[in-house]
C-alpha cells in the first residue's frame, strides 16, 4: 500500500506541461496500448488544448518534484448537477500497483467541490477498466461510446 505522505495532490499548471507529455508518452508506448505513433507536438498541442478549455481542472501527483500521476478533465453543467468529464488519467508504471492510483483518484474527487458525478472513457479487458470497477466506478449498460473513422 503507498504511504500517503510521500505524495502531493496539487492543481495541473502550464508549467508541468512537459513532464506530463513524457509521462503520457511513456504510459501509451508500453504495453496494453503501444503506441508507437505518437508525436510529441501533437500531445503538446491536446495538452495545451485541454488546459484552455473553458472549466478545465487537472491535477498532477508528484513525488518531490518529479509527477507520477496526471489527471485531466473538464467540469460540464449536466441537466441537474456538474459532472467532471476525466479526459486523461494515469499513473506511471513506476508506482502503479501499490496503491498510487487509488490515492491520487481520490484526492482528485476530493477537490472537484459541487460535483456530484465523475465520468471517463476506458477500454474493457485492460488493467484501467478493472482499475476504476474496484474503485466504484460503474459500467454503463445505457450509455454507448461510438466512433466512426473519415479518413
Not at 508500453?30 to 505513433?37: G, L, M, R, V
Not at 508506482?95 to 487509488?102: A, I, K, Q
Not at 476504476?132 to 466506478?137: L, Q, R
Request: proline share 3%; glycine share 6%; charged share 20%.
Amino acid at each position: 500500500m503507498t504511504n500517503s505522505n510521500q505524495y502531493i495532490v496539487r492543481a495541473y499548471t502550464q508549467n508541468d506541461l512537459e513532464q506530463a507529455v513524457d509521462l503520457f508518452v511513456r504510459n501509451f508506448k508500453n504495453p496494453p496500448f503501444n503506441y508507437t505513433w505518437m508525436k510529441r507536438e501533437n500531445i503538446v498541442r491536446y495538452f495545451n488544448d485541454l488546459l484552455n478549455t473553458p472549466m478545465f481542472y487537472g491535477f498532477v501527483c508528484c513525488v518531490e518534484d518529479k509527477i507520477v500521476g496526471l489527471c485531466m478533465g473538464v467540469v460540464q453543467d449536466y441537466l441537474l448537477h456538474p459532472s467532471y468529464d476525466i479526459k486523461e488519467i494515469l499513473i506511471d508504471s513506476a508506482v502503479r500497483g501499490n496503491g498510487v492510483g487509488t490515492f491520487f483518484l481520490t484526492e482528485v474527487e476530493a477537490s472537484l467541490e459541487n460535483v456530484t458525478l465523475v465520468t471517463i472513457s476506458t477500454q474493457r479487458g485492460i488493467p484501467a477498466f478493472d482499475f476504476y470497477k474496484k474503485n466504484d466506478y460503474l459500467v454503463s449498460e445505457g450509455t454507448v461510446f461510438m466512433a466512426k473513422v473519415i479518413n
